[in-house]
């Protein structure tokens, strides 16, 4: 009996087949051989154009799709790093009298570092900054091509660029060219292809479906993106490279503001969460106004009208639609079968110091003080509750202490370290795992996938690779009893099970420190039981301790060790369950029914 | 003539089928509640009564009127006031234009009398009084849940469906809570409730149905529910309540 997990090591063809519905694998095919095409058929040279294009431009848009469908980044200054590639290779060979395979790598990294800059110093924005932003450097792009005509030629443009040799052949033949660049663009899916299931995959396409959670859970979320940002700029830089070489002339029409839109609708129409369907839209932007050509003065009516439809009714692209499709019919993967080691925490009990330390912690928001002082200490290897009405400063002090707001005053001191100005994922690399009130998961991601970004964290004591992570993030899935669900995609799993989720994504990363917010709402009495029970094992046979929220006073007097009061933002009460629960400030401002607190 | 009747109600959420056959009815002025797991349907339920999802087999009669055809802004207009759980509020608004907005469907309501009804809730909860000018996203979870069952309250509405209002209130607030739902229904709203806090639904409600994976398992009267064992065992722990979620 195989003692792994199945599917540890994917092989390329069974990913090919859970990724690439089976009826498309024959046009898949079709379309690998098809820059042979020119050898076999007299085709014209305005038809080897078209497909020159599409293939430098498809490079370009596959750089969209990983800031824009993998990282979930919007950006709109794709042709400006495609110019950018492109007069690296046009200067670069014409004025200073460069090779081509100097001045494309050149090209490459001057578009990249370009991206790396503006992705660092505007990454931080987001949301419709980030394309505001991207527009304007486009916009600069434009204005210094077009009028700084001492270096760039201005709107004249650079004419004369010659062909690359390759192995000593210089490649003039048009058909040889849309072969190289066939290779590249196909080098380039293939990467891209293999990206998501990498850990970087993984923590792109966390930021894109929750950044705070991603953060949290131990992804730097910052960096990623920069690095998503730098790799779409330095591919659109290759792409502009190849293109350039294949036209011979240049000139900044080329990469303007309408060749950016251009592209975001490339990507956007074709699918842009796979590298397939960015290909597949590229080709058909470049080819859908050919075909539309013979209506002539309505052409562009048409045209407009065509991408409008196909958005309207594809909202996730062609690409997105056929998938849907197939998985709708298709069987749903199996769970992973085989052994799963049991889930160990590996917690070193012996220092006696508290774990977690807050001292004189305040949070205020503008005139509202949500934590106005608060002393607290959580002893290693306990159940610590904190409960109190709702708008206490509850769910603040959760979010003080994981990093995602810096405290108006005060420090909180983590395993005797000064972590208050910490990010978030340097928390999680410190082992603070965490849930939320209003679950964050990566909805559109599988539950093995959640638990796995989980695994992710900095600093987690597990083996290399993604065989390790995989097997650590089963036994976490098959802790809370949900390793039959692996597969699932997680906005599908019922509300219980998503909580569940999220408990097995944080123990994954080995935590030390488990920071639960409100774990039992929403579950029924059954559930809540269960749960009781999972979080007493949790601290029974690995020591891990827990820091929670809980309303439901039947879960925290059977777990807790020790329950902390707060009202106000401030602590009312501290102690034993017996003893807070019978506390009058308690009974009077939270608990009510003085008869039945003490039951 | 009941006031909402289910006959066989069917729905597919994504690919799998939520509902599959649910006939129940609830009686003007009573409260029902629907107990179940997690997945059994229950939210479902109520997403089809009120037009959300779709339905694909089955009827939904309200005072005798057929409404499975209806939109769901048509739906609310003919007073079933949909409270969803997980806190739809509006994050930018105040606490007290978030409750006038749950008044918008209806027609010839003076601002005065409006501001009027707002007081009344207030006096229901005083934490939203001290809140009325804090915009949505600044209040705690638990008082946007609050919020979401006052601007349900604000509809007027015949019938009320109430899915899960306790998740995330502290023990004090949920017996508040539940209080109002008894004043509610002596204001004349009759109600339909989802709760996973079945001893609070139960004391509450006049009956109940037990929802597993989209059929109904059994149904009767709460004090029926209370002492049948398999309902004991899968919704009360089959145990005396413990503090904070007791029953009066």
Redesign the interface.
Known sequence: MNARPAGANLSILARLRSRVPLPLMPLLALVLVLPLAPYLFALSGYALNILMQAATFAVAVLGLAVVLGYTGQFSLAQAAFFGIGAYAVGLGTVVYGLGFWVAMPLGVAIAGAFGFVLGLTTLRLGGHYLAMITISFQEIFDLVMSNWIAFTRGPDGIAGIQRPSLLGRPLTDDRAYLLLCAAVLYLVVGALWWLPDTRLGRAMKAVRENELAAEVTGVPTLRVKVIAFTISAALAGLGGAFFAAGFAYISPDNFNFGRSVEFLTMVLLGGSQSPFGAGVGTVLLILLPEWLRFLKQIYLAAYGMAVVLIMVFMPEGIWGLLRAAWQ?VARPPPPPAGDVPALALDIPLSDPAPILRLVGLKKH?GG?RAVDGVDLEVARGTVHAL??????G??TILNVLNGIYRPTEGRILLEREDVTRARPHQRAARGVGRTF??IRLFPGLSTLENVMIGGQRLNNPIARGDAALRERALSALEFVGLSDRAQVVVK??????RRLVEIARALAGHPRLLLLD?PA?????????ALTELLRRLRAAHGLTIFLIE????VV?NVSDRITVLNFGKKIAEGTPAQV?RHPDVVA?????PG???? | MPLLELRGIESTYGAVQALKGVSLHVDEGEIVTLLGANGAGKSTTLRTISGLVHLARGEILFAGQPIHRRKAEAIVRLGIAHVPEGRRIFPGLTVTENMMLGASGRAGLSRARMMQEVEQLFAIFPDLKRLSGALGWSLSGGQQQMLAVARGLMAAPRLLLLDEPSLGLAPIVVQQLFAVIRQIRERGTTILLVEQNAHMALSVAGRGYVLETGALTVEGRASELLDNEEVRAAYLGGRRPAAGEATR
């Not at chain 1, 709402?521 to 039981?529: C, F, T, V, Y």
């Not at chain 1, 309303?551 to 039947?554: A, G, T």
């Not at chain 1, 401002?589 to 029914?593: H, M, P, R, T, V």
């Not at chain 1, 039945?596 to 039951?599: E, I, K």
Request: proline share 5%.
């Open positions: 709708s928001f509202l409960i109190g009405p709702n708008g206490s509850k769910t009130q209003n599908n799993l019922p509300y219980g099970h409100e709402a929403g579950l029924n009495q059954s559930e809540k039981q309303h439901d006073m039947s007097e629960l401002a939270y608990l009510g029914e039945h607190a003490a039951a």
